[in-house]
Each structure stands twice: as C-alpha cells, then as structure tokens.
C-alpha cells in the first residue's frame, strides 16, 4: 500500500510540474547581477531551438520581456530579441536558443528583474501586459541587480546617461547638461557596407535627379588606416571584417563629429541596399547575424560619443508596410529596432526621410500614420528617446506636413531647407509655432540636409572653407535656435550623398563644425539666448550646376543671439554693429570661424544700453564671432 502510495505522489508531482499556469512557474531565482550606472548589460535566458528560417516564425511566435524594479519604485518593461546562439556577429549562426534583453540603468542602487519568454500567436507585436495575459510562458528567471556608479567612461555618453531633449535642445536629465550636434548625414545608406551579412544591392540606382551609385556596396576602405588595435571586428577571426567602416568612425570622431545619419530600410528608394530582414522581400524574419554586425559599429560610435541617428524609412518606403499603417509588420520593425538599439544612451528616432507627398513621390503616408508612428515609439521605447520626422525641402511642404503634428507625441523635425539663406527664419519660425502649443516645449529642431539637392556640401577641393555654409547655415542654425547641424553631401558632387567612402575631402567642412560647436559650448549658454532680427547689407547670387542660378545670398550681415548677459553675433565683412545691451563691462571674445583662433579684445563698457563696435579696414576683411559676456558683478 504503501508503495502504491509514492507511486501516486510522484506522477502526481511529474503531472503537476508539467502544468503550471503562465503566471506560476518556477523562478531561477540564483541570480545576483551587477552592472555600472549608463553603462548596456545583456540578461540572456535559454529557450527552444529554433532558426530564423523555422516554419514556426520565431520573430512573430515568440517574444521576451524583462521587467527591472528599482528600489524607488520606478520599474522598466524591457523586449528582448531572438539572438540565434548569442555570439551571431561573429559566427553568422541564424539560429540557436538564446533570447536576449540589453538593458542600461539609468540610476544606481538595487533592482530585481524578472525574464519570461513567451509563445503564442502574434506573441511579437503584443505588449508587456498583454503578453502576460495571451500567450503561454516557456521559461522564466529571475533575480537581483546592483547599479553602482562606473568607474571610467568611454565617451560623454556614458559620462552622462541618456540624451533626451528640454526645451528645444538636446539634454542629459541625469546631469542637467546640454549638448549640441554636429554630425554627418552622408552617405545615408552607411549600413550598404560589405562586410555585413546578408547586405546586397537589389539594383544601381538609376533614377534621374537622384544621386548615383555603382554596384559595389561600401567598404570604406580609405579609413582601413584608421581602425585602432582592439576596436571591434567580426565574422571569421582569421578575416576579420570592419576595418574600414570601424575606421571611418574613428576618423569622424577625432574630427569632432559627434552625430551620423543613416537609414534602417531603403528598399525601393536610392541604393536599396540597406534593411534589417533576411532579404528584401521577406518582412516578418530577420537577419540576426547582420544586426549583430550593425549592434557592434553603433556601440563604438556612441563609445566614441557618436549619436545614433536611426531614419526607420526612406520616402519611397512609406507605404511598403501595411500601407504606411502602423500594422503587424510595422509594428515587428518597430518593435525588433527598440530591442535591439533603444539601450544606446544618444539615439534619435526619425520617422521617415523625406516624409509625405511631393510631385516626385505622391505616395505617401498620411497625418494620421504619421501621428500613430510617433506614437508607437512613444509608447513603446523604454527610455523615451527624442522622436523626429525628416521633411521635404520648401517651406510650404513643410507648412503641409508639420502642422497637423503640433499636437502629436512628436519631438521633433529634422529639417530639409532648399535655400541656404532661409535656415535662420525656418528654425526660428518652427521655435515659434511649436512652443505655442499647450503644456509643450519647442520641438527640437535640426538642421541635417541642406540644399539645393544637388549641391549640398562640397568637397573642401571645390569649397575650402564652405562659405555660404558656414555664414547661412552651421552659425545662423546654433543663433536661431537649433540643436544642431548636420552635413549632406548632395546629389552630384564628387563623394555624393550615396558614394561617400572617404571623409577626409570634408575635413575643412569638419573643423569648421568643431570650432562653431566647441566654441559655444565653452562660452555661451545658447539655449538662454534668443535670436536677433538679421541684418543684410547687401546681396550676391551663387552658382549652382552649369552656371545656373542657385541662390541669392547676404554677403554683408549679421545673425545673432542675446540675453541680458550675453550677445553672441556671426559678422560677415562688416565694418560696425551697432548693440543693444544693458549698461554694464563686457569680456569680449573675437572667434575667427575658420581656423578657430580665439582673440580676447579690452572690456566693453556699454552705457545707456546701446554701443557701437567700428571694425578695421582689415577686420573688414574677414568674418568674425563677437562674444560678449557681462561681468557678474555688474548682472
């Protein structure tokens, strides 16, 4: 009797182990984990066997979440990620039984986390709590975290944790600081590199008015020179790849660019070279070597205080998914970028290049997808990162587009202007418009591609100090109001906006960026300033292709920026500028835009609140920052 009894007890105890419900199985609750303040840590945990190519989709059937609890009270809902056999980058394995969650706490002291993997139909695109709800849970883990201050830093990133935006300007909350962008936006389709998995080009673009592009993807193979020993490589350790592309972010960062546009899907749209799924028809698997690959380039961008600026879609790829609907598989293209880059400390997300119609691309999304994608990622994206949609290039497109979104969840515009003299009066109009709405701040705006289309930046060859650039564009764009700059490099120009394999014929284009920025950042709280009315003496037209007009622009004027402390104004060839400040001793600062020298003139005294500087005849000659900040004791 007796043993008939066990023999009950155990297969009672065998049928009950089997049959937990999705809220009641087991903790593997051995975990004790620790991590630094700002700094990613991954929490693996072990599922099914699957591959990328399984009839069961592992990509739509199967979904991870963590949860991390602090001991404040504030709590994360993490995704995770399919990530074959954990190691994909460097073996391309495409399948294996590691699901995967990054995570990068934002605050020190003590967590508990818990991971479910689960299975069930659509399990991919449904939420935290729906998850818990609909789908079955397969495994489960479990345990405690300790966030301790780091103790070194690669980059100002992880100096200063995640970068968000306040007021119209990027900003670290965790350190009430800000910071200004000067970044490349060229070449868009940087991911079309050949030492990517899965990465081909479905067809040379051909296209007319468009930039061209030959058959060969990137290689980047001028900066090979650049890679340093122990920067990340990957594939077969006895060929390894990425020298070229790991080098050519070596080479921008020592440049001080501290930004890079690049595009996450491009089918149908120039290059069409660039996507995160197995090929370029199959939209519900993706590849997890390639985005192993791309994981690895964007953490030594941001260790080398790169920001990620993520453009989920090209203008000719609006409506490839579900229609431009936020749907099923946009919702999974969402959903697996979130996973698997959210964790990077200084990400933007952009909606779409060039959104919305144009004669040249009537199919478009409308207000409405547009309002639903920012959304989603606001909804979705755990560490809320700045949201920005890129326009076309005229004012009144963007009069069409942007104002219906006023009131959206979007943060931002990541601003497209033809006409190189208008950047000063598009930002401070858009400054305007968006801070008027209720219990919002001012978007953030940025200026990333300038006109005209087929010129954008020069080479330093054709431009050695980007002239017009310089004087209507990067300072009109900090004075006005902008977050910040980044540089396109037009349709037909030598290392075009889809050729560029070699950064060093901008160089000038770069150091002319650094100064403007770095001298900002060291003298002048910009973001307490307000923009000036410009001043324009005179006029002079520039060329464009062939000879043909491009533009008329100021070649005697001024733009600048004051607060009752500081004026700050871009003088071009002039021979006074009359100011307007409160009565008080000024420092003055003379900045040459160009090569960066930095000139500190006698105190300025201003009485009655108006002054007038007289510029010599061989100032006259030169373009000129004017920096001047009131002594504290007369504040």
Known sequence: MLRVLLLFLIILSSVGCSQYSKNDMPYENDNELSAEQFK???????????????????????????????????????????????????????????????????????????????????????????????????????????????????????????????????????????????????????????????????????????????????????????????????????HPKGKGLIGSVNYLANQGINAQYFLTMNIKGDGNDVWPFLDHETFDRFDVSKLAQWELVFKHMQDKGILLHVVTQETENETLLDSGDVGDLRKLYYAELIARFSHHNALVWNLGEENGPEDWTPIAQDDGQRIAMAKYFSENDPYQHPVLIHTHSSSESKDHLLTPLLNSTLDGISLQIEYRHQVYQEIIKWRGISGKRVNRTPWLLTMDEIGKWYTGAKVDLDDPTHESLRRHVLWPTFLAGGAGVEWYSGAHQPHNDLSTENFYVRESLWKITRIARNFIERHVPIWELSPLPVIVDRTITIEGVDGAQDELLPASSFYGASNKNYFIGYLIQRNNISIEMPSGEYEQLWLNPISGVVREKPTLSITGGKTTIVLSDEEQKSDWVLLLKRRLNDA
């Open 40 to 238: 990613t840590f991954s929490i693996d945990i072990d599922g099914p066997m699957v591959s990328e190519t399984d009839a069961l989709n592992p990509f739509t059937n199967y979904v991870v979440w963590t949860e991390f609890s602090h001991e404040s009270g504030k709590s994360w809902n993490v995704r995770g990620f399919f990530a074959a056999d954990g190691s994909s980058a460097v073996t391309s394995a495409d399948a294996g039984e590691i699901w995967r969650t990054n995570f990068t706490p934002q605050l020190k002291g003590n967590y508990q986390y818990k991971t479910y993997l689960y299975k069930g139909k659509n399990a991919a695109i449904l939420s935290f709590y729906e998850s818990k709800s609909n789908l079955t849970l397969i495994a489960h883990k479990s345990g405690n975290l300790s966030v301790a201050s780091g103790e070194s830093h690669s980059s100002i990133f992880e100096e200063n944790g995640i970068l968000s935006q306040k007021d119209g300007y990027f900003y670290f909350p965790n350190t009430g600081k800000y910071w200004l962008k000067g970044g490349s936006n060229s070449p868009e389709n940087l991911l079309g590199y050949s030492g990517f998995d899965g990465t081909y080009r479905v067809s040379e673009q051909s296209r007319d008015g468009e930039a061209k592009i030959g058959t060969d993807l990137h290689s980047f193979s001028s900066h090979i020179k650049d890679y340093e020993q122990g920067d990340p490589l990957w594939g077969d350790p006895s």
